[in-house]
Structures are given as structure tokens and as C-alpha cells.
């Protein structure tokens, strides 16, 4: 495939030779006969200065407007998220555990609720009192949020690479990554969150790098503090990004700027109060080390094998099909020894973000999840693209490619709708949805209309507010500071498999939180494993046990015995 001539990233003079922001000048990047990474390119091809005899300089391609190609797919990727929002919101009733996490604690709104930052619920308790308390508000803001990470992603690429069809392969590359276009759609919240952030990041990154401004710096500053309230992950790119701009002259210049100091206050301005709030609970401090297991005997082998595992496993099947497609020129893209045309130095953000993982492992981390990758290698296909070379991107491959690509999203757009819908094939998530009916239909029959449901699990609690959305929820190990009833009926559920007996930590809530007598207690517990015993079918391996009071909370949530 020939290069786009106009497609071309290069800068102009005013960009190459000097940054001039405010009188101060921020100095290019080193001249050499052979270029160093990050540094802009000239019309000559060559760091520094256009020389008087250089050909005109090219408008880089960010700059050109819109390709039709380009236009095309940002309209499929639109079409393609709204269908699986679409999906979502008229299938099954059925929530997954963290959708389950999001109905119950998107009630409130607090600085901190769990061991996840708070603002992905900040985003849904908006789209739930937008749209209510339904599956629509849950499919849109996540649907919206990918469609947002692809287009950043898409920009990000537009900036970088010389040609639309680069950009436009390396954006379809993410529907060829099994963690973000099908687990995120299945069952992730936060984590999609921080990737939609660290796209963004990446897009501001970029434009702050080749023309900096004041407000660029402050922009930084507000993603900086946004993806810190996003998910904690975060840290692992800002830390890569740092030690990246830290390695080439440029990023040094830009770090030493006073301005910076505008961006590390916007950040804690944003982040300070969750981090007070954290700071205040050592339980949720002392438990965030346990999620990558540090301390573990075995660390450094069975760290070193579940990073490994993560980063094969997250970039599946993606890796997969380039080797097929591209054979050896994707291996040759991988091994370029520097970023060729790319004007930023992406070989060594992923070398920083190595080197950070290695650290981890040093300190005795030995467990990651796969999906604690998405925000960190999003840049993958961009690098791959950018310094794959032109003869390998023939119209055999780049067809056969596409169409790859294609062919995913409409796989994942059918299991989808099998999954969540009353098809033939599979029945998990109907059965899962009859089965929140038919123990709603129970709560209903035995006196519960609206008011505080309390479980200990989040998955219980969530879906059972889904069929009673006047009604508060409320599970084990979320902060009920805000805990407010929506009525004066109290329903306790909890999972009688392996055990009979009511769970320790919901008798202390009954009882010291919200004042019921132990006697009531007691009293009602025969007759609720009873049900439960008599409930139980095929489907599930244990029936859930339910106890019920109707009309015996106060609007302030504690028990009183004035039934009228």
C-alpha cells in the first residue's frame, strides 16, 4: 500500500523549531543525522529545522479533515454500540455482579463506598435518575463510555500514524481484544471507566506534547484526578507516561515547567477528599494490597507467570490474528528498534510499563488480573500499526483484516443477544432472571411491598432492587453512611447453601443498626428456612431464605413496634 502523500505526520516550522508558550521557549528535541524517539518530524524527514531547501511541509494528518473511510467508521462504531445498548436494555432482568454493585450503592452519593473509587457510580446514580432504575440506564452510560475510548483511541491514532488506514486498522484492533469487547461488555464496570479515561488521557497527552499550553496542562490535571477516581490501576500508567517523558528531552522541558504545578493541583483538588475518606478506613487500606497478593512465598514465580498470563491473555486474540494476517511483519513491528515516524516515543512507554510491573514483582505482587491491562497497553495497535511497514499493509491483508474485525463485533452482537434474551441457546442469564421473579413473587406474597432490602450479597441485593426500585438495597461491605429507607417494610435475604443459620454480620446489622429485638429474630427464623427448604428446585442448588416485616421501619430506617 502506498502512503497517503498528504497523509503524512509532520510539523510545521513553528512546531519543530521552537514552542514559544507565555515567552518562554520550550527547546526542540535534539538534532541528529539519525532521529531520536519522540521527536517531531520535518518535511526533510530529519529532527530540527526544515533546511532552506526542503519541500514544502505537508499538513500531518490530524489536521486534514475527516476521510470518508474515517467518517464510516466512526458511524459503525456508533451503530455498534448503540445495538449493544440496545441488547442490553430489552434482555433479561438479570443483573451481573457489578451492575448488581452499581444498583445498590448508586442510591447515595458519597466520596467513597467500597474498595473502587467512586466515579463511576457518581456517572450511573446520574443515568439512573435520568432514566430510572432499569437496564437502560446500565447499557448506556457503558456503551457510551466504550464508544468514547474507541473514538479517543481513534484520535489518539489520527495524531500518530501517516496514513487513515492506519488509524482506522489500529482502532478495529480493539474489537479484536476479548477483555475489552466482550468482558467489558459482559461484566465490567470500573475498569471500562478507567480505560475511557486513560484513552482520553492518552488523545490530551498527545496534543499537550506537540503544542503546550496552559490549559493543556490544566486538562492533564483534570484527567490526572479523574483516572485516580476512576480505578486505582490508573497509577500504572501515569507512572509509565512519567518515566517516558522523563527519558527524552522534550518531555523533560515540559515536566520542569512551572505550569506543572497547575496540573498536580488540579489533581489533588479532585482526588483529596476520596483519598481522606480512604485514608480513614484502614480496613479498605489494609485489603487493597491482598488483590495482587504481596507477600506470597512463591512471588516472584507465580508473579512473573500471572503477569505473563494477563498480558498474553488481554491482548488474546488480537496478537493471534496479526500473526496470521501479517506473519512476520507484525514480529518485525514489534522488534523496530525505534518509533520510525511516530511522534511520540511509544517503544519506550511500553518499556516504562514493563519496568513498573517489574517493580511490583520485586515488591512481592504475584497476582494480575487481565483486565487490570486495559488501561495500561490501549496504545498496543497504535505502535504496531505506526511501525509496521508499508509493504507489509498489502490490500489482501488489509481486507482480510478488516473483515476479521467485522466478523468479531457481529460474534460478539449475536452471543450477546443469545445470552440475554429468550433464545434457544444458552438459558443462564433466563434462568438467573426467573429466578429474581419468582423470589420477588415470594417477598411479595409474604408481606414485603417497599422499604430497606438488606442482603449480603451484592448480586442479591441488587437484582432484587431491580424489581423493587422504590425500595433501598443495601449489602454487606458497602457504606451505608446515606442509608435512607424507601418504605416501611424490611426484607433480609441471604444464601442458606452449606448453612441454616442467619449470617453473623446481618444479625448485628438487624439488631444494633437498625434496632430489631432479638426475639423478632427468633421468632421469624423457622418459618423463613422452612420456605427456603421448600423453595429450593433444580435450578438453583439452594433456595434463598427470606424474612419479612411489613410496616415495621421508621423513615429513619430503625425498627418500631407501632404497626398501624
Known amino acids: 500500500m502506498q502512503a497517503d502523500a498528504g497523509a503524512a505526520i509532520l510539523f510545521n516550522s513553528s512546531q519543530v523549531d521552537q514552542v514559544v508558550v507565555d515567552s518562554r521557549e520550550i527547546p526542540p528535541p535534539e538534532r ?16 530540527g529545522a526544515p533546511t532552506a531547501s526542503a519541500p514544502a511541509v505537508r499538513v500531518a494528518l490530524h489536521e486534514q479533515p475527516l476521510a470518508s473511510a474515517e467518517r464510516w467508521l466512526i458511524f459503525g462504531l456508533f451503530l455498534y454500540f448503540s445495538l449493544q445498548a440496545l441488547i442490553r436494555a430489552t434482555g433479561a432482568a438479570a443483573l451481573e455482579l457489578d451492575e448488581s454493585e452499581l444498583a445498590v450503592v448508586g442510591q447515595w452519593w458519597l466520596i467513597g463506598y467500597n474498595n473502587q473509587p467512586p466515579l463511576y457510580v457518581w456517572l450511573q446514580a446520574v443515568a439512573f435518575r435520568v432514566l430510572g432504575l432499569d437496564l437502560a440506564a446500565l447499557s448506556v452510560l457503558k456503551n457510551a463510555l466504550l464508544f468514547t475510548t474507541y473514538l479517543f483511541t481513534f484520535l489518539a491514532a489520527r495524531r500518530l500514524l501517516h496514513e487513515p488506514m492506519r488509524a482506522i486498522l489500529a482502532t ?74 522523563l527519558t527524552v528531552r522534550r518531555g ?38 491482598h488483590k495482587l497478593d504481596f507477600g506470597q512465598r512463591t512471588w516472584l514465580v507465580s508473579g512473573l507467570g500471572s503477569t505473563l498470563v494477563a498480558m498474553v491473555d488481554f491482548l488474546a486474540p488480537w496478537w493471534v490474528i496479526m500473526l496470521l494476517v501479517f ?66 499493509l498489502t490490500r489482501v491483508r488489509v481486507r482480510a483484516y478488516i473483515a476479521t474485525a467485522l466478523i468479531a463485533a457481529a460474534l460478539v452482537l449475536s452471543v450477546m443477544g443469545w445470552r440475554l434474551h429468550d433464545w434457544p441457546v444458552p438459558a443462564g442469564r433466563q434462568a438467573l432472571a426467573e429466578h429474581f421473579d419468582t423470589v420477588a413473587e415470594k417477598a411479595r406474597e409474604i408481606g414485603f411491598e417497599q422499604g430497606l432490602i438488606i442482603s449480603e450479597r451484592l448480586l442479591d441485593a441488587g437484582n432484587l432492587r431491580l424489581r423493587f426500585p422504590d425500595s433501598t438495597g443495601w449489602a454487606s461491605r458497602v457504606n451505608g453512611a446515606a442509608l435512607t429507607c424507601g418504605g416501611s417494610d424490611l426484607l433480609v435475604v441471604w444464601d442458606t447453601e452449606g ?66
Not at 539519525?34 to 526533510?44: K, L, Q, S, T, V
Not at 488480573?369 to 507489509?392: C, D, E, H, N, Q
Open 327 to 392: 506473519r512476520l511483519d507484525f514480529l518485525r513491528a514489534i522488534a523496530m528498534p525505534q518509533d520510525s515516524d511516530l511522534g511520540f516515543p511509544l517503544r519506550r512507554y511500553l518499556g516504562a510499563l514493563l519496568l513498573l510491573l517489574a517493580v511490583l514483582l520485586l515488591l512481592g505482587a504475584s497476582h494480575f488480573k487481565a483486565r487490570w491491562m486495559l488501561p495500561l497497553v490501549l496504545v498496543a495497535p497504535i505502535y504496531v500499526f505506526g511501525t509496521m511497514a508499508t509493504s507489509a
Open 172 to 245: 478495529l484492533s480493539l474489537l479484536l481484544i476479548a477483555q475489552l469487547a466482550w468482558e467489558a461488555q459482559r461484566d465490567l464496570s470500573h475498569s471500562v471507566m478507567v480505560t475511557t479515561v486513560a484513552a482520553a488521557s492518552f488523545y490530551a497527552l498527545l496534543r499537550w506534547y506537540a503544542r503546550p499550553s496552559t490549559a493543556g496542562y490544566l486538562l492533564l490535571g483534570v484527567l490526572l484526578g479523574l483516572g485516580l477516581l476512576s480505578k486505582y490501576n490508573y497509577v500504572l500508567f501515569a507512572g509509565a507516561v512519567l518515566l517516558t517523558l
Open 32 to 47: 541528529a543525522h539519525r532521529r531520536r524517539e519522540g521527536d517531531p518530524i520535518c518535511a526533510n524527514g530529519e529532527s
Open 499 to 564: 448453612r441454616a443459620a442467619l449470617p453473623q454480620e446481618l444479625r448485628e446489622l438487624l439488631i444494633e443498626g437498625l434496632g430489631v429485638p432479638p426475639g423478632e429474630i427468633e421468632a421469624a427464623l423457622p418459618q423463613a428456612l422452612q420456605r427456603a427448604a421448600a423453595g429450593a428446585d433444580s435450578s438453583m442448588k439452594a433456595w434463598p431464605a427470606l424474612l419479612v416485616w411489613p410496616s415495621r421501619l421508621r423513615s429513619d430506617c430503625h425498627w418500631t413496634d407501632d404497626v398501624s
Open 252 to 289: 523533560r522541558a515540559l515536566l520542569f515547567d512551572p505550569r506543572l504545578l497547575l496540573t498536580l493541583l488540579v489533581a489533588s483538588a479532585l482526588v483529596a477528599p476520596h483519598l481522606v475518606w480512604l485514608m480513614g478506613d484502614p480496613g479498605l487500606i489494609a485489603a487493597l494490597p
